[in-house]
């Protein structure tokens, strides 16, 4: 945002099985609610259409990351990881609190 960076993203695209993960997405706090979030994963998506498949993890308490993944970006939450139900991708010491959910996105060309 005027030459000043305000947000980025991590993903890690596997083209064999047109599968993509969004590792990492972020806005800076002060730039957020201004379009930039769905800039940033458009831009994804679109230097990506080979990608049928993307997925993404969110903690289950935010509901700003929750609202933008599923209602602006279009993922479904497909599994919630807890603490009866942990992630094999879940960090040792995993007490409940960090409880996620996993998103998923499928495009519309299969």
């Not at 945002?1 to 064999?16: A, Q, S």
């Not at 940033?40 to 700003?64: A, G, K, V």
């Not at 919630?80 to 960090?98: A, I």
């Amino acid at each position: 945002m005027d030459g000043i960076r305000v947000g980025g993203t991590i993903i890690t695209i596997d083209k064999e099985k047109h599968r993509g993960d969004l590792d990492f997405l972020y806005v800076k706090v002060r730039c957020q609610s201004n379009g930039i979030g769905q800039f940033i994963w458009n831009t994804i998506e679109h230097q990506h259409p080979e990608i049928r498949l993307w997925e993404t993890m969110t903690p289950y308490f935010d509901e700003r990351n929750i609202y933008f993944y599923v209602n602006r970006c279009g993922f479904h939450i497909v599994e919630f990881f807890n603490s009866y139900h942990p992630s094999q991708n879940m960090p040792e010491g995993f007490d409940g609190n960090d409880a996620m959910f996993k998103l998923k996105k499928t495009s519309n060309e299969q």
